[in-house]
């Protein structure tokens, strides 16, 4: 919710942008919706920064169905300054990646665990970050990039200096993620293979050489990747542990560093041609290692930019 001053504000609930006004006559006092419009919209740089999204923008302005009638009630949960104070004093939640035998998440954490990642990554705490734009593989789930601050957060990212980013695309255009990342190595190169699989924010990865590979692109705790993949019931080998480690070499020989800022000025720069090629090689070592369990081009085509 924004710009409230004691009888109006604008507010995004699902895919629609609406003004929740105090009503006046016989409903005084109460408050009630007004729809504004889709959102984003075609113009917003979230589609300009990914035009693929162009194409399912009525998809996602449906998501969130009819217009609650009558009036209604609204209560302050938390706020964006709350959440990025959060990350400041400690970023190991939105960084680390989730430790074995952690807590569950409230609800509320989970609703803004992706606004508070790109937090972290605006912060310098990460190198990549993953926003899940659209979820067409099981729609009734509902859309991530309509968690509570999640759009916000990834405009506000996109208009950042230092950062760049890319498409990432699933099997037939079900599934479309924007991968952010320090415009730097070994950052670019990683996302850049990230997305040659089409890895996507809210899929699981269907191997655990991918689990593996994925985990640690991403910059969580190696002992927390080793963690995951075990749960899942397929534990990481010595052999398979030392193959991506191998294949992660290939992608980039510049070891990351964190915290990163936009006004560094010993960093590296990565060669579009030359990542392609670490890419295509570390994909081509990972033949056999299982699938990534979202993999391929699909429909969506991809563009890398940067600001």
Request: net charge neutral; with cysteine; glycine share 12%.
């Amino acid at each position: 919710m924004q710009g409230w001053d004691g009888s109006s504000a604008v507010l995004l609930r699902k895919g629609q942008l609406l003004r929740l006004a105090v009503a006046a006559g016989e409903d005084a006092g109460a408050l009630q919706l007004t729809a504004l419009g889709g959102f984003p919209a075609a113009d917003s740089l979230t589609v300009s920064s990914f035009p693929q999204l162009a194409g399912v923008l009525p998809a996602l302005h449906a998501h969130a169905g009819e217009l609650p009638a009558g009036t209604v009630t609204a209560e302050v949960l938390d706020s964006l300054e709350h959440l990025q104070q959060q990350v400041v004093a400690d970023a190991a939640e939105w960084r680390d990646g989730n430790a074995p035998g952690d807590p569950v998440k409230t609800q509320l954490q989970q609703a803004v665990f992706t606004a508070g990642e790109l937090a972290a990554f605006l912060q310098g705490q990460r190198g990549i970050a993953l926003v899940q734009l659209f979820n067409g593989w099981e729609p009734s789930k509902g859309q991530p990039i309509y968690n509570p601050l999640a759009i916000h957060m990834l405009e506000q990212a996109l208009a950042a200096p230092g950062v760049a980013f890319i498409s990432s695309v699933a099997p037939g255009g079900v599934g479309l993620t924007g991968i952010l990342y320090a415009d730097r190595e070994p950052f670019a190169s990683w996302a850049m293979h990230l997305a040659s699989f089409g890895c996507q924010a809210n899929a699981v990865a269907g191997s655990a050489y991918y689990k593996l590979l994925i985990g640690q692109l991403l910059g969580y705790k190696l002992e927390h990747v080793l963690g995951y993949v075990a749960s899942s019931g397929e534990p990481a080998s010595v052999q398979l542990q030392q193959q991506v480690a191998q294949d992660i070499r290939k992608l980039s020989k510049v070891k990351p560093q964190l915290p990163w800022s936009a006004s560094d000025t010993n960093i590296r720069k990565h060669k579009p041609a030359a990542a392609a090629a670490a890419a295509a090689g570390a994909a081509g070592a990972a033949a056999g290692k299982g699938s990534a369990g979202f993999g391929g081009k699909g429909g969506f085509a991809k563009k890398a930019a940067k600001r």
